[in-house]
């Protein structure tokens, strides 16, 4: 199965190197990677230059957006700079960050799980950080569930679900998305990736609501955006998350801001989140 990796990137001059480094390693390597130096005010865009030189493999595009860090619309938009410039000749498509450390059997790893069942539509590992000279898992969601960092589509599965949402939520919204097209999810617990860079540490902080207006323009209805804003909140041990959710999802609702799915597709998120939650309770 042919891959192609879009990795986005923004100032990731310190960490890049070792992520390529990791990509260029495996015992199988991709088709194409396409790196999207996104107004990088550092040296990134020389760093990838020089792997461009190095690997036919590998491509840059230079794009410029907003300075601000926005969880969900900076990085989508880069991913499709990088994505409108491959053909279609893939069979998966990856969006991986660009402050990662891959296994070298990464890849190898996600075309069996691909190959092994046509019901997966989307595979990946899990991350891991470094604290106390250790390397533990980034326990910020259950294990059923593909961190963004590190996606990995099925071609026919990411058309069904229309691609990826520049939408904070995006990350969650794709694997409900999928299930709603009767694609399963699989993630492989031996896949330990490297993650340099603790999650939303560059986050602007005008980014505080935009949780808890994805729960609402995904239509999870206010009882389920409260279980979950208390879940994501204690996960990340920060308890005060709870009010900035909850605050906006209530201006998502009052400014009518628009759903990012159909009636149908939010009927089924809600059953599905409701089933999940009665699981966890049983």
Known sequence: ???????????????????????????????????????????????????????DFISLVNTNSSTDHMPGSKVINAFYQGYNTLDTNYDIICKFDADLIFPNNYLEQIITHFSTSKKVGMAGGFCYIQKDQKWILENLTNKDHI??????????????????????????????????HHWEIKTDTTLQVKHLKPTGNTYNPKAKYKQGEAFYRIRYGFIITLIASIKLA?????????????????????????????????????????????????
């Open 234 to 282: 204690l996960l990340k041990k920060k308890p005060q998350l709870i009010y900035d959710y909850i605050i906006g999802y209530i201006k998502a609702r009052k400014e009518k801001q628009p759903f990012l799915v159909t009636k149908s597709e939010g009927k089924f998120i809600r059953k599905l989140r409701w089933k999940k939650i009665k699981q966890k309770l049983s």
């Open 147 to 180: 961190r963004g960092a590190l996606k990995a589509y099925r071609k026919t599965c990411f058309l069904d679900i229309g691609g990826l949402k520049p939408h904070m939520g995006w990350d969650t919204l794709d694997e409900l998305l999928a299930q709603y």
């Open 1 to 55: 199965m042919d891959i192609y990796i879009v990795i986005p990137a923004h100032n990731e001059e310190q960490l890049i190197t070792g992520t390529l480094n990791s990509l260029v390693t495996q015992t199988i390597l991709p088709k194409k990677i396409v790196v999207v130096n996104d107004n990088s005010t550092d040296q990134t865009k020389n760093i990838v230059t020089q792997f461009t030189e190095k690997y």
